[in-house]
Each structure stands twice: as structure tokens, then as C-alpha cells.
């Protein structure tokens, strides 16, 4: 055998997203792999956006060429593209009874009324990263539904609040692809493996460091934040934090979660009620913080205890990572 055939082997491709979602679901005593399936069909829609992602400068020619692909369908605008790859995927797997996206303004029915949950998802989050091939990701929140199966989904599905997510998560179209979720026992990540076309157990049991060296906001936005704000930030950079902003929340937020770290969206006078939305962006990335050992705030209050309003799209504050850090910007909110 040649050196580098051993070396190849030596190194186990490990287990599959398929394999580890099956073994978890034989871990709960009434799962019906409904649930299961539906990681499944996020997942799909997930490779299936990858692939979108990679070639996105290629199609963009091809559209400005022709407008229309070989398939004679119209060219469209990545974040539209994944709403549609995600939202059929959930539709085709019959899980979901509805889907609120944050590219459509009211719930999405599936047309699955016997399917038992909902899903609120950012299908490409990072708008201003979308066209300049800087890492992008999908971030999504499952529930269980509270109206009658059988019948249409309701807006109460979507507004049960940050605790009663039954699992959430996010896809990280970056260097390389990862999808990391939770469901509410620990927080597990998986590698794609492009030739395979697989998704690969490469992050058991993921943990937020406690401290961290890094914080990231927009600091263009300095004198439009509140003065609890700048007093924390200044305190980071007295201790010589270093400053890291993609720009693109799941890429900062997965780097922070790996680093140790805070990620700060905060109000800002254009913004009072600050810009990330509660459902599909701050509510799931709060879920899975504090299953891997981090806090979420929106200023004093944990992020999961803030109570939805009646709008599906509202926005909230967020201020997430690492415990002490954020622990530390919440005593300067509350003081
Ligand atoms: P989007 O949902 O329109 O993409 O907006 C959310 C994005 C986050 O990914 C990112 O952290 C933030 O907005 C960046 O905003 P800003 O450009 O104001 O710093
Ligand atoms: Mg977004």
C-alpha cells in the first residue's frame, strides 16, 4: 500500500448526518422520526443552496447573458433561490405544515395540515455578502404546532416563543460548508463533504468558550449606539479584545461560538428596535448558544424570555456568545 493510500485511510470519514440523526432518534423513547425527517429535508435544502452558492458568479453571467437557465426558467437573486429551494424541500418532505421565511411576508402554507410542525427560516442571511462570494447561511427554528392538525397552519405556531423551539440551527456556506443544530441536548456540527455528497459528524458536542478574544459589530454605528453599549465596548478595548465583523451574522456567530467571543447587534437611533428578527434569526441563534454553554440578550433580558409580538417579522436587540462577556454587557444594561 503507497504512503499516501495509508495516510487516506487512516483517517475515517466518520459518521454520516443520516447515521447520527437515526441514532438520536432511537435515544427518545416516542420519537416518531417525524422530526428526523425534517433535519433531513433542511439538510437537503441546505447541499442543494450550497451548490447554488458556489456557482453563484457563473449563473450571474448566464442571467446577464439570457436572463433564462437551460432550464428555461428565469434567473433569480440567490436569497429568493434559496427560499425556494428551502421552502419545497420542506414542502416535498411532508413534515412541515408551514413555513415563515423572512423573504415572504405572511406564512407559507405547505399544504402538508397533517404535518406537526413549523419552520421559520432565513434562507440566506448576509444580503450584503451574497454577491461578493463572502461566507453566507441559512438560520432555522422548528416548532411544534399548536393549531388543529388536519387543518391550515396558524400565526400562533410561529409565536409560542423562544423556549418552546423543538430544535434549531444553521447552515454556514463558508469555506467549508457546515450544518450545526440543536435539539435541545447539546449542539452537534457536521462538515460537507462535497465528493460524497454528505454532511460528516465533525463536531460532537460543541461548546462556547466562557471568555473570549473577540468582539464583532459594526462600529460605523458607534454614535448611534446607546451609552451601555459603548462603555462595554470600550472596556474590550481597554483589555485589547481584537474586533472581527464579517458582516454576515452566521459567520460571525460560528466563529465566536468556536473562538469564544460576542457578537453585538444593538439598537441604534435609525433602528430602535435593532435589525436582526426575533423569529428566524435571534430566537434559534439564542437556542443554540445556550445549549453550547452561551448566553443571548437583547439588552437586560435573555433573548429566549422575550415574548414574541404579534408581528412574524419583529425585530429585537442581540447581544450573544460567550457567558462572561455577555454576562458583562448585561450588567451595563441593567445599571
Ligand atoms: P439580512 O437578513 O438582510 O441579511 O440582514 C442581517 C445581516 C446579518 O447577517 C449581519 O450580521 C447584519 O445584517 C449586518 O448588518 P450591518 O450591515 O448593518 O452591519
Ligand atoms: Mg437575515
Not at 423513547?29 to 433531513?40: D, I, N, V
Request: proline residues 4%; charged residues 20%.
Amino acid at each position: 500500500m503507497s504512503q499516501t493510500t495509508e495516510n487516506t485511510l487512516a483517517t475515517p470519514v466518520g459518521i454520516t448526518l443520516e447515521r447520527y440523526i437515526m441514532r438520536k432518534q432511537s435515544e427518545f423513547a416516542f420519537a416518531t422520526g417525524e422530526l428526523s425527517q425534517l433535519l433531513r429535508d433542511i439538510a437537503l435544502a441546505g447541499k442543494i443552496v450550497n451548490r447554488d452558492v458556489n456557482r453563484a458568479g457563473l449563473s450571474r453571467i448566464t442571467g446577464a447573458m439570457g436572463e433564462k437557465n437551460v432550464q428555461g426558467e428565469h434567473q433569480q437573486k440567490l436569497d429568493v433561490e434559496a427560499n425556494i429551494r428551502f421552502v419545497r424541500a420542506l414542502t416535498n418532505g411532508g413534515e412541515a405544515c408551514a413555513v415563515l421565511s423572512e423573504e415572504d411576508e405572511e406564512i407559507i402554507q405547505t399544504g402538508n395540515v397533517n404535518g406537526k410542525y413549523v419552520v421559520a427560516i432565513d434562507p440566506l442571511d448576509g444580503s450584503s455578502n451574497i454577491d461578493v462570494n463572502v461566507s453566507i447561511g441559512t438560520i432555522f427554528s422548528i416548532y411544534r404546532r399548536v393549531s388543529r392538525i388536519g387543518g391550515p397552519a396558524r400565526k400562533e405556531d410561529f409565536l409560542q416563543g423562544g423556549r418552546a423551539q423543538i430544535a434549531a440551527g444553521y447552515v454556514l456556506y463558508g469555506s467549508s460548508t457546515m450544518l450545526v443544530y440543536t435539539t435541545g441536548h447539546g449542539v452537534a456540527g457536521f462538515t460537507y463533504e462535497n465528493s460524497l455528497g454528505e454532511f460528516f459528524l465533525s463536531h460532537p458536542d460543541i461548546r462556547i468558550p466562557r471568555q473570549g478574544p473577540v468582539f464583532s459589530c459594526n462600529e460605523g454605528n458607534w454614535f448611534d449606539y446607546p451609552e451601555f453599549v459603548r462603555a462595554f465596548l470600550t472596556t474590550c478595548k481597554e483589555r485589547r479584545l481584537t474586533a472581527r465583523y464579517v458582516g454576515s451574522l452566521v459567520a460571525d456567530y460560528h466563529r465566536n461560538l468556536f473562538t469564544g467571543g460576542i457578537y453585538l447587534y444593538p439598537p441604534t437611533a435609525a433602528q430602535p428596535g435593532g435589525k436582526l428578527r426575533l423569529l428566524y434569526e435571534c430566537y434559534p441563534l439564542a437556542y443554540l448558544i445556550e445549549q453550547a454553554g452561551g448566553v443571548a440578550v437583547t439588552g437586560a433580558d435573555l433573548v429566549l424570555d422575550v415574548p414574541p409580538t404579534a408581528d412574524l417579522h419583529q425585530r429585537a436587540p442581540l447581544f450573544v456568545g460567550s457567558a462572561d462577556l455577555v454576562e458583562e454587557l448585561r450588567c451595563k444594561a441593567t445599571n
